[in-house]
Structures are given as C-alpha cells and as structure tokens.
C-alpha cells in the first residue's frame, strides 16, 4: 500500500510539473484610479483585437493566443476584418522572441515560422536595452535604426479586457531621442510579456480590446 501511495504521488507531481510548465505567463499591468495595481494574464484562446488604419483602410487584426514559452516561443493564428478576410497561423521561435532585431509588420496569410524576426511582441533583446534609453530595430525591409526612450514615455492605453475597461501601464519608444520621430511604439512595461500596445509606422495599429 505505502508503495503505491509513493508512486501515485510520485505520478501527480509530474502532471502538476507539466501542468505548471504549459501553463502561460503573459501579464497585463493595470492601473486603477484609486492608485492601486492589478495584472491580467493573457489565457490560451484570448483574442486580443487591433484597430488598424493602413492608408486609408480600417480594419481589425485579431490575434488568437495558442501557445506561448521561454523555450518554444509564441504561437497564434491570426485573422483581419479586412476586404479580403485574411487568416493565417505564426509561430515566433523561442530563439526569435529572445534574441530578433528584426520585425515584421506585415501580414498576407497562411503560415508563418518565424526564427530570426518577432512581431505583435517586442524581443526580449530589445526589451533590455531600455535602461540604455536606446535599441537597433529593423522594422520588415527598412534598415536597421535606432529606436529611443524619450525622457517622456509613460502612457496608459484604455482596453477593454473581458468586457471592462482597463487601464494598462506602458512605455513609449520612438525613432528620435526627443520622441518627436515618425515611428513610434507602444510597449506593455513588464518583461515577461513584452506585448506592443500601439504602433505608428506610416499606418497605425492599436490594441483596443481582450476577448
């Protein structure tokens, strides 16, 4: 009897490991008006929806979060509201979300296994080079460029996160030192979950609710 208890715990503490190991680290920073602070983790199956205005053009680009890890990375499928429907499926290598310089921003459907580039996420290379106030980026197939932390860079987008609206806490980054450059991004301010907010890029795309 002693034996097979030692083996069934011995069996549950392996699928708590599993469990704990593909369960999803992805936290939102919110705050709320009375000062306090609370965190939102983005759950598997969560659509985070992107107002888009491309030259003219609105639409929603609607992420789907599958799966996301430090080893294996982020994957999701991705749908646009667009004229033409566009779907398609991404899957940003662990090695990618570490360590990418390189972005893509533009999105023509099916599938997409990105290894050396990152998107919808800042790298995590990128991410800790703000205490520098400074980081290389080359934004799809433009040259690599200095992006800056302006000495002015908090910001507080308004979503609606599961039908309420929330308050997130994030970090401007832009292509000149005194912010006033054309390329601007939006960044959640928490290292485990580097989510671009907001992006200005000659089109404009922003994350305006979490279903």
Not at 143 to 164: A, D, Q, R
Request: charged share 25%; glycine share 6%.
């Amino acid at each position: 009897m002693k034996k097979h208890f030692l083996l069934f715990v011995a069996f549950m503490a392996i699928v708590f490991c599993s469990i704990a190991q593909s369960r999803m680290y992805l936290p939102l920073m919110i705050k709320n008006d009375d000062g306090s602070t609370e965190t939102y983790n983005i759950k598997k199956g969560d659509k985070l929806v992107y107002a888009v205005d491309a030259f003219g053009s609105k639409y929603d680009f609607i992420v789907t979060v599958n799966n996301q890890s430090p080893k294996k990375g982020i994957d999701f499928n991705y749908e646009m509201t667009n004229d033409k429907n566009t779907k398609g499926h991404v899957k940003i290598s662990g090695e990618a979300k570490r360590k990418a310089t390189k972005y893509v921003n533009y999105f023509g459907g099916g599938n997409l296994n990105m290894v050396d580039a990152c998107t919808v996420w800042l790298s995590d290379k990128n991410f800790a080079d703000m205490p520098l106030k400074k980081t290389i980026m080359q934004m799809d197939k433009n040259s690599p460029e200095t992006f800056y932390l302006p000495i002015e860079n908090e910001v507080n987008p308004v979503v609606k996160i599961k039908g309420e609206n929330k308050k997130l806490d994030g970090f401007i980054i832009n292509n000149a030192a005194d912010g006033k450059g054309n390329k601007t991004l939006w960044i959640n301010n928490v290292s485990s979950n580097s989510l671009i907010l907001k992006m200005e890029l000659g089109f404009s795309i922003q994350l305006v609710e979490i279903k």
